[in-house]
């Protein structure tokens, strides 16, 4: 059977009809080096003429390797001049969005698939060794190609009844190593990353959901966050209508902090010093925080015993149950149940005859009642939040950190937005 050699190393390289193949070289242990130029000869794009050759220049394109040996397409672009003086286009390149778009430095072939692999979690240093090019290059590509795919998907954030927002420790800048932030907007019903917003105040978030459709926002039920005031504050000023939730984690975290924070106190009033392995309380601090249901009899017996010799005034224990009634909170079914008894929780724990902390968990309680127990209603929390900020993380650990907000957006949203990945085959950036 004959076989064309050069109809052959088309296919290979990923070249179509209208493309010929001039040339192929290339040092050994260096890029396959494959030089092509278009057959046809253009008209003009202003007025249709006729147009005339008026130079060549060559453009270098990374492109998928082939064999394992990486491959660059050295492609000879025509300069066309109009013989009309007074067309708006005078001159023009030659233009092929099949093999790579405008100002292109790689191929896009190439490019859809460094966008694939980046989706895939892996690292922009490993996509620009296996394509034989830098990392600006490969970067690059996966910047423009993947922010395409983002926008050309419109229908990615659709049918969203519950928003969730979290904050995200992004990067430290700068000589004392300034936190930066963002915030990520998540569908809580689905699990799914919307977007990413820079900074954590209600200005980001804000912006963002009003730059939805007004049906969008009014399909919108529930506003999930933690006991953040900005977030409070954008669903207020966004999604009137929506229903704050307080996210349950973070509401039994807050009174496990509380516990922690009379421990501590009471520890250094009885020892004079940071807890060690033989204070009664700090021997127990693990199972101070934990669910009362999980521990053994043993396990009881000791916090009781310990509890009964390192807390003179039983602060510590107040604490404690405190934490736990706040807990049984959640097992209550009926909604306006439920607002009965955080009521009385919050203000017995705001008489004075209680610890400065126990007062500082009443008011707040009392603050948040109704996010708190509109859990009751809607059974909707901010874990969905919480396994994209995990997946996020994930992509500034294989990037071995980052420094810029777009990149990072991007990437993240490639790998935990999931985004309609059909749609990039018939994508042409610009």
């Known amino acids: ?50 147009v005339h050759r008026h130079g060549v220049s060559e453009v270098r394109l990374a492109n ?19 013989p009309h003086q007074g067309c708006a286009v005078r001159t023009f390149t030659d233009q092929q969005p099949q093999i790579a778009p405008p100002r292109g430095r790689m191929t896009s072939r190439a490019a859809r698939w460094a966008t694939r692999r980046a989706g895939a979690g892996r690292a922009i240093k490993e996509i620009a060794a296996e394509l034989g090019c830098n990392w600006h290059t490969a ?29 995200i420790l992004i990067f430290r800048r700068g000589r004392y190593r300034d936190k930066q932030w963002s915030t990520t907007i998540v569908d809580a019903r689905k699990g799914k990353l919307l977007d990413i917003v820079a900074g954590r105040s209600a200005e980001g978030a804000t912006r963002w959901i009003q730059g939805r459709t007004s049906r969008w926002r009014r399909r919108v039920r529930w506003g999930v966050m933690d006991l953040s005031g900005p977030y409070r504050k954008a669903f207020t000023d966004a999604l009137p209508k929506a229903t704050g939730v307080a996210d349950p984690f973070h509401v039994v975290k807050l009174a496990n902090s509380a516990v922690d924070d009379v421990r501590r106190r009471v520890q250094n009033e009885t020892t004079g010093g940071r807890g060690t392995k033989g204070d009664p309380l700090y021997r127990i601090r693990r199972l101070l925080l934990k669910a009362h249901e ?7 017996a000791k916090l009781r015993g310990l509890l009964a010799a390192g807390d003179p005034r039983g602060e510590v224990r107040d604490a404690w149950h405190a934490k736990e009634t706040l807990r049984m909170t959640y097992r209550i079914r009926d909604h306006q149940v439920a607002v009965e008894a955080l009521d009385e929780l919050s203000r017995d724990l705001r008489d004075e005859t209680y610890s400065a902390e126990l ?8 603050d948040w009642r109704t996010q708190i127990t509109n859990w009751h209603r809607s059974r909707v929390t901010n874990g969905p939040t919480e396994a994209a900020n995990n997946l ?16 990072y957006r991007t990437r993240v949203l490639l790998y935990a937005g999931k985004p309609d990945w059909t749609l990039l085959d018939t994508l042409t950036p610009r």
């Open 392 to 407: 996020a993380k994930l992509i500034k650990r294989v990037s071995f950190g980052t420094a810029n907000f777009d990149h």
């Open 359 to 366: 007062n500082r968990l009443g008011r707040t309680l009392r």
């Open 64 to 82: 998928l390797p082939v064999f394992g040996r990486p491959v660059k397409l050295v492609w000879r672009k025509h300069r066309w001049l109009c």
């Open 1 to 50: 059977m004959l076989v064309d050699p050069m109809r052959a190393l088309r296919l290979m390289v990923g070249l179509g009809p209208g493309v010929a193949v001039t040339g192929v070289g290339g040092r050994r242990g260096g890029p396959l080096m494959v030089e092509i130029e278009l057959t046809e000869r253009p008209c003009c794009g202003g007025c249709g003429a006729k």
């Open 139 to 167: 970067m690059a590509a996966v910047q423009r190609w993947g922010r395409a795919l983002l926008e050309a998907d419109a229908s990615r954030n659709d049918g969203v009844t519950a928003l969730g927002l979290d904050e």
């Open 294 to 300: 999980r521990v053994t009899e043993r396990g009881e």
